[in-house]
């Protein structure tokens, strides 16, 4: 479920053929006009709602603003269709079990102009209605696959010429030291547990993000998204 004028219109241009069904408000139907007509055309049904069913459909205190989208079952990405692509970096999310902070990565990556991203099944949560409601529109710009096994995914990302580079509190070499001229995976774990030891293994590269302040950690979101900025950052200036 996506709600409120901005997102379901921004979702709306992105990928119409992503809304199963759009709720308007009685009332509203010339405002959302446009959204209606593309949502038809990509096969999408228009309900028009009467008093109090939008209410029921999303939070009660929730600012619909008038319109409700409800969204398909997210289609994935084919793992090896990404590797084959060779998107550069990759992010490879092994832990993150919070939707909010699934969808705050989302952002942050779609920020960054990252291209994929690989969840890992069992561990990772997938994309969501919180998930997609968190990350502001940015999943239906990002390629998203999902993986089995985490270690065989890693195995056949460095056999596709990645470098893997996890991305730890406490780790000696900083992620502003890291040689970002390679192809990088990044792979960020829980917040509870962290990167765990068969990702460490695997990993080329152990990084953390330098902390100044007292906490020794950031939101894992916010970690990655520290990261994956620098990575950019660093680049540009190579040329």
């Not at 069904?21 to 509203?28: E, F, K, P, Y």
Request: net charge neutral.
């Amino acid at each position: 479920m996506v709600f409120g004028a901005e997102p379901v219109s921004e979702l709306v241009l992105a990928a119409p053929d992503s809304i199963e069904a759009l709720h308007v408000r009685a009332g509203d139907e010339r405002r959302f006009s446009d959204a209606a007509e593309r949502v038809r055309a990509a096969g999408g049904r228009v309900v028009i709602a009467r008093e109090g069913e939008l209410e029921r459909l999303v939070d009660r205190d929730a600012r619909h603003q008038g319109v409700a989208a409800i969204v398909r079952e997210y289609q994935y990405a084919d793992l090896e269709d990404v590797v084959r692509d060779a998107p550069d970096p990759i992010v490879l999310v092994d832990g993150v079990t919070d939707p909010r902070n699934l969808g705050a990565l989302l952002r942050s990556a779609d920020g960054a102009g990252i291209g994929a991203l690989v969840l890992a099944r069992d561990r990772t949560v997938g994309v969501t209605p919180a998930a997609v409601k968190s990350s502001a529109g940015a999943w239906v710009h990002l390629r998203i696959a999902r993986c089995g096994n985490v270690a065989r995914t890693l195995q056949m990302l460095k056999q596709a010429g990645y470098w893997i580079v996890a991305l730890a509190p406490g780790a000696e070499l900083s992620v502003y030291e890291l040689d970002t001229a390679r192809k990088l995976v990044i792979v960020v774990g829980s917040e509870g547990e962290g990167i765990r030891p068969i990702v460490r293994k695997a990993a080329d590269f152990v990084v953390s993000i330098p902390m100044r302040g007292k906490v020794a950690s950031l939101n894992v979101a916010v970690a990655a998204a520290v990261a994956l900025f620098e990575i950019v950052r660093r680049r540009e200036r190579a040329g």
